[in-house]
């Protein structure tokens, strides 16, 4: 297994996306964080900036939904041809529900949780998901460093997933760069956001590139 890079854009050019999808062209997925400055303090862009991203790349939109009110606004997203969904588990009134929505309009669909929210209470009904994202910092911003508490969710989702051998990506989001992601990957994360990690490489395909190789090798070490 290989393990899945996915550069969070909240650290490309805001005025240059097209420019910059280029320069992370060997990307698995491009992660893209939408904020509504209410679920977290901070505002970046909504549906139509992805719709039209969709359109200018062929690559596979991974959209971290950080807004309020995620049963009326997360449909509208998999509508416009993102490849997955991901909401917050603080957010939504009906969860299950809502992965069922997004799944049957043809997105993957995702659940996150912040730092401080508990992963057991989504453990048992992992099965509706495509994905399960464990923040690794508080979201809302680029650049923080990874919180350690959070990896035993990481450590606790793997062992159900592989339990019930389940169809379900990992991921982590937050201060990953190439002196962690090794031993993250080792917990049994699978797939990784990284924004500032990507784009201030000089290199960004070669980061890309090493921080997958990197990441491949300590899953393989996962137990
Ligand atoms: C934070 C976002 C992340 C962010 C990660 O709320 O969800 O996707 O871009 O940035 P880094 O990798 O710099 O921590
Ligand atoms: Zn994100």
Redesign the pocket.
């Known amino acids: 297994m290989s393990a899945r890079i996915n550069p ?1 854009i ?2 490309a050019d805001f005025a240059n996306f097209e420019r910059d999808f280029n320069t992370i062209a060997n990307a698995d997925l491009i ?1 893209v ?1 939408v ?1 509504d400055n209410h679920f ?1 303090p901070n505002l970046t862009f909504g549906l139509p900036m992805v719709h039209r991203m969709q359109q200018i790349t062929p690559k596979p939109l991974d959209v ?1 939904l ?1 807004i309020s009110e995620v049963d009326k606004w997360a449909p509208g997203y998999a509508e416009a041809g993102a490849f997955s969904v991901t909401f917050h588990l603080e957010a939504a009134a009906d969860p299950i529900a809502l992965a069922r929505r997004l799944r049957s309009i043809g997105a993957r669909a995702g659940v996150a949780v912040k730092p401080g929210t508990s992963v057991d209470s989504i453990l048992d009904s992992l099965i509706e998901f495509d994905q399960l994202l464990v ?1 690794t ?8 460093s990874l919180i350690e508490s959070t990896l035993e969710k990481v450590s606790a989702a793997r062992r159900k997933i592989d339990q019930e051998k389940l169809d379900v990506w990992l991921q982590v ?5 190439e002196s962690n992601i090794a031993r993250v990957a080792e917990l049994g994360a699978d797939t990784f ?5 990507v784009f201030k490489a000089d290199d960004r395909a070669k980061q890309i590139d090493n921080l997958r190789d990197l990441a491949t090798a300590g899953f393989a070490h996962h137990h």
Do not use: K, T
């Open positions: 969070s909240l650290s992660h964080d904020m977290v971290h950080m923040m910092v508080e979201p809302g911003f680029g650049g923080q989001d937050g201060g990953i760069d956001v990284a924004g500032s990690a």
